[in-house]
């Protein structure tokens, strides 16, 4: 099982970024997938999740609601993270994660750094 982030960077606050995570080593469409982050010297917090296969169930963090959206593309393995009106506490480095009846699967992480 693999997850490998990308499209993490340096952004000004009120910037977008957009974020992937491909997966392989799982049957992708039957697990729920997720970003994470993890700001320095905090835990990992859940950002966004996308439930269901068709990516029509999600639920996100409050301080995300309407800035970032998830979203999956099951033909390609890959799952999305698009970022607006970033903030400078959304500083952390994201973590893609996959649940099912497998396992619990994360990435390696991509730093997202929002600074002015």
């Known amino acids: 099982v693999q997850l490998v982030e990308s499209g993490g960077g340096l952004v000004q606050p009120g910037g977008s970024l957009g974020l992937s995570c491909a997966a392989s080593?799982?049957?992708?469409?039957?697990?729920?997938m997720s970003w994470y982050l993890q700001a320095p010297g905090k835990g990992r917090e859940l950002v966004a999740a996308?439930?269901?296969?068709?990516?029509?169930?999600?639920n996100y963090a409050d301080a995300v609601k309407g800035r970032f959206t998830i979203s999956r593309d099951n033909a390609k393995r890959k799952v999305y993270l698009q970022m607006n009106s970033l903030k400078a506490e959304d500083t952390a480095v994201y973590y893609c994660?996959?649940?099912?009846?497998?396992?619990?699967?994360w990435g390696q992480g991509t730093q997202v750094t929002v600074f002015s």
């Open positions: 994660n996959a649940r099912g009846w497998g396992g619990d699967y």
């Open positions: 996308i439930t269901s296969a068709d990516g029509s169930t999600t």
């Open positions: 080593g799982f049957t992708f469409s039957s697990y729920a």
